[in-house]
């Protein structure tokens, strides 16, 4: 089945700092979603892409496709503590969400 | 608001205990998900019913078991739970299954076994 890695595992950054997390696919995804699961919440959903080198900006938040179809990254500028949590990317294999292992965030103030 | 509800939001059973989870819907949504996600794991999904067509994953124990009533409610019953069943329960749902839906997830379960 489809396999979805996601890198690195855990974030250190420091508050007003950019950094980027990666995810990549062993297949041609039809589209990738993100989510961000706060510590102790729930996943929610941030995005989704579809077309390929498909750029979508929220606020400090930069998703991008690969031009393949098989990889994304997320950027985050200008790093804030409301940014701790872990960021999770999701390729959808058929009917169901394939999980990368997520990139967890802290922040140093 | 329309929202995904889980009741309780934390569990204490006892080993080999009977165990239900409860989740609702007020989106009026085809699917519902039930996914485990232990510590600093990712979330692995149980099963899914598309409106009452229920599917289960190929490596999910016999142990767990889903009820879907009506739209609005999805149940996940831990028939014997062990300690290893001990995790977060997150209860989804999507619009649809095959197009490009999100899925909104509940505020999970913890469940502890003891």
């Known amino acids: 089945g489809q396999q979805v890695m996601q890198i690195p595992q855990y974030q250190h950054v420091q508050e007003g700092e950019d950094f980027t997390t990666y995810c990549n696919s062993s297949?041609?995804?039809?589209?990738i979603q993100w989510y961000k699961q706060r510590p102790g919440g729930h996943p929610v959903f941030l995005i989704q892409l579809v077309k390929s080198g498909e750029v979508k900006k929220q606020k400090r938040l930069t998703f991008q496709f690969g031009e393949a179809k098989k990889n994304s990254s997320l950027h985050i500028t200008a790093t804030q503590t409301t940014d701790v949590g872990t960021y999770f990317c999701?390729?959808?294999?058929?009917?169901?969400?394939?999980f990368g292992a997520g990139t967890t965030v802290t922040v140093r103030a | 608001d329309a929202m995904v509800i889980q009741n309780p939001r934390y569990q204490v059973t006892q080993f080999g205990k009977p165990v239900t989870l409860s989740c609702s819907q007020t989106?009026?949504?085809?699917?519902m998900y039930w996914y485990q996600q232990k510590s600093s794991q990712a979330p692995k999904l149980l099963f899914h019913?598309?409106?009452?067509?229920?599917?289960n994953e190929a490596d999910t124990p016999d142990n767990f078991q889903s009820r879907r009533p009506n739209t609005s409610f999805c149940f996940l019953d831990i028939r014997s739970p062990g300690l290893g069943d001990a995790a977060m329960y997150l209860c989804?749902?999507?619009?649809?299954?095959?197009?490009?839906?999100?899925?909104?997830f509940g505020p999970g379960t913890r469940l502890t076994v003891t």
């Open positions: 989804a749902t999507s619009r649809d299954r095959v197009t490009l839906y999100e899925q909104y």
């Open positions: 297949t041609t995804l039809s589209n």
């Open positions: 999701a390729g959808r294999d058929d009917y169901k969400l394939s």
């Open positions: 019913y598309y409106d009452k067509d229920f599917n």
């Open positions: 989106l009026n949504h085809n699917v």
